[in-house]
């Protein structure tokens, strides 16, 4: 439940980064940049461990390869 709540959280943070990044134009508001700060910020704060973060970002990684490898493919 807890892999769940994590790929929600980062997905959801890094659509609200892309929010922020278009109506604040700057280098500290680049979607990456941003929402990676927000997701470690909330993680300290919710007291969630890498350990439990993990799974979640190995599911996103697996997900992204995939993705990344079909759209090269296309190139």
């Known amino acids: ?4 709540f ?5 997905i959801g943070v890094y ?3 892309r929010v ?3 109506r604040f134009s700057s280098p500290i508001t680049t979607p990456v940049f941003l929402s990676t ?3 470690i910020t909330i993680l300290l704060l919710l007291n ?3 350990t439990d973060y993990k799974p979640a970002l190995q599911i996103m990684t ?5 993705y990344c490898s079909f ?3 296309i190139i």
């Open 1 to 4: 439940m807890i892999t769940i």
């Open 48 to 50: 969630i461990t890498y």
């Open 15 to 17: 659509n609200l980064s």
């Open 37 to 39: 700060v927000l997701v």
């Open 71 to 73: 759209s090269c493919a």
């Open 6 to 10: 994590n790929i929600a959280l980062t």
């Open 62 to 66: 697996l997900l992204l390869g995939r």
């Open 20 to 22: 922020i990044s278009k």
